[in-house]
C-alpha cells in the first residue's frame, strides 16, 4: 500500500499494474509508458497525460504534471506508515551518519563542503539518473563532515556521497 499526500487531499493506492485500487475503490488503468517519465493514461475512457516534472526519492516528493497541471505530492510507503503509527516516524530522522546515492547515475553538482552547517531540505547534491536530475537534500539539520565524492563522478546505487 502506499498513502500519497498532495494540496487536494489524501489518497491509499493498492496494487499495481492494469488493476489498482484507490481508497479501496477498484480502478484500472491502461498505461502506456512515451519515453522516460512521459505516460499516457486511459481510465474509463478518459484520456490524461502525465509527465513526472521532479522525483525527489530520498524524500518520496514528486511534482506530477497531469494534462498540462502540476500537483506536488508525498508518498509514504508501508513501512513510513507503519513508523508513522508507532509514532516514530520523526525519531527515525535523528541518526544520519551519511548521504548514500538512492540510485546509480551521475554527480552533476555539489552545492556543499566539508565543515559546512546544513538545514533540512538544503540541496546537497545533484545525481543524474535516467536523463532526470534529482536534487539530493539534507534529511535533517546536520553538519557535512567529508564529501566522498567528486562534480563529474559516475556512482552506484548506495554509494556513500557524504558524510555527516
Partial sequence: MLKVKGKHGEYQ?????????LNAEALTLDQVELSEGHFHILREGRS???????????TKEFIVKVNGRSYELKAQDEMDLLLEKLGMDKASAAVIDDLKA???GLVIDINVQGGQEV???DALVILEAMK???V???????????IQVKKGQTVDKNTVLIKF
Fill in 13 to 21: 493506492i493498492e496494487g499495481s499494474g492494469k488493476t489498482q485500487k
Fill in 48 to 58: 490524461f497525460r502525465v509527465e513526472v516534472e521532479k522525483a525527489d526519492r530520498s
Fill in 102 to 104: 538512492p540510485m546509480p
Fill in 119 to 121: 538545514k533540512k531540505g
Fill in 132 to 134: 532526470m536530475e534529482n
Fill in 136 to 146: 539530493l537534500k539534507a534529511p535533517a539539520d546536520l553538519t557535512v563532515k567529508e
